[in-house]
């Protein structure tokens, strides 16, 4: 690393904590609520950045009353009424929130959890605009 920033500025790069994760999960909220949580599988095909990242839902999951709490906590916080949040779980079990995204794709989750998503998204929308 001190050769790598010896010839960069260090104001430009943001480095984190490789972290082994036994597990990957999106957890989808849509209006304070938790829609479900989905086992997703990533791929990453190295050399490729943000392109080479595969990810494929395999099934639902549950996830821990506490952990739901957080992610709720989470898309209040950032003011989001519709939100994917990224979980990884590590071979402890310990839970590391990895990303929100607040204009999620739901295609693989709609299918994953058989729930139509885009319709709830609808109605909660409508329901703001009275």
């Not at 849509?30 to 095909?45: A, C, F, Q």
């Amino acid at each position: 690393m001190k050769e790598f920033f010896s010839s960069k500025d260090p104001g430009k790069y943001m480095l984190q904590e490789y972290l082994d994760l036994e597990k990957d999960i999106r957890v989808v909220v849509l209006g304070n609520k938790i829609l479900g949580s989905i086992n997703r599988k990533v791929n990453l095909k190295r050399n490729k950045g943000y392109q080479g990242i595969k990810v494929k839902a395999s099934g639902k999951c549950s996830i821990p009353k506490e952990t739901e709490k957080a992610c709720i906590k989470i898309s209040k916080k950032i003011g989001s009424d519709f939100c994917g949040i990224d979980i990884g779980i590590d071979k402890k079990g310990s839970a590391y929130f990895m990303e929100c995204n607040i204009s999620p794709q739901f295609i693989s989750s709609e299918k994953t959890l058989s729930m139509n998503i885009a319709e709830k998204l609808m109605d909660l929308i409508i329901k703001k605009s009275r």
